[in-house]
């Protein structure tokens, strides 16, 4: 039995042609990876173009003293690459954070689809654009002017709207967050971030259970770190 084209369900190429996307799904295949699995690593080639089926990764860097930074956060739909040509090294890192289904396909046969399909080159493009706008609005809110609880209460808005889940207390952020992984994500000290996380629990803006964080309510926390009134 034929398997059901995946590609054809994702709003990434809503764009493309059926018979670009009939190309892509015959010359690439579907994979599953464990949690942790590294798919990109900096400095070294990039041969393949990786779009996020099911799961989630993190997109990230190494800063010079070897502490990663996270960038993005990509759910369901997401191109992971943050180029596709294959003559460049890869600048940053991706990697797994919860088993995943990976649609991989070599970008020598994407970029072959590109050159006949003007609608993959547009998604792809849109792709690329909306990181570059998001790396713009994260930039914005690392500047001094903006304090540490207001610059965690943004990535737990930002979290809870892209991967956020209804529950009768509020929205439960349907990623395993520790803190040692929002403390990459602030580019802070594990120690800061705890404090950080017990200041906007005990404001009642948050209430976090282990791994989960729940948003009690988004309109308050979105208030809070755009204006910094609780």
């Known amino acids: 039995m034929k398997k059901r084209n995946l590609l054809a369900e994702l709003p990434l190429f ?10 892509l799904w015959r010359q690439g295949k579907v ?49 992971l690459n943050e180029h ?11 990697e797994t954070i919860e088993a995943s289904r990976i649609f991989v396909i070599p970008c020598a046969w994407f970029l072959n689809s590109m050159e006949k ?3 993959l080159v547009r998604a792809v493009l849109e792709a690329q654009e909306r990181k570059m706008w998001r790396m713009g609005h994260q930039l914005k809110n690392t500047m001094g002017s903006i304090y540490m609880e207001r610059k965690l209460a943004a990535k737990l808005w930002k979290l809870s709207r892209d991967f956020g889940k209804g529950r009768p207390e509020g929205i439960e952020i349907d990623i395993s967050l520790t803190v040692t992984f929002l403390a990459d994500m602030l580019g802070a ?7 950080l996380c017990k200041n906007l629990s005990e404001a009642g803006l948050i209430r976090m259970d282990r791994r989960r964080i729940v948003i009690i309510n988004p309109e308050k926390l979105s208030h809070f770190y755009k204006t910094g009134e609780m």
Do not use: W
């Open 14 to 23: 809503r764009g493309s042609s059926p018979d670009t996307l009939e190309q």
């Open 31 to 79: 994979e599953n990876f464990p949690r942790g699995t590294v798919l990109v690593r900096a400095r070294e080639p990039l041969q393949t173009v990786f779009v996020q089926l099911s799961g989630k990764s993190m997109i990230y860097n190494l800063t010079h003293t070897g502490k990663r930074k996270i960038i993005f956060v990509f759910g369901p739909g997401a191109l």
């Open 84 to 94: 596709v040509l294959n003559f460049h090294d890869a600048s940053l890192f991706c």
């Open 117 to 119: 399909d003007f609608g």
């Open 189 to 195: 000290p594990r120690e800061t971030t705890s404090r």
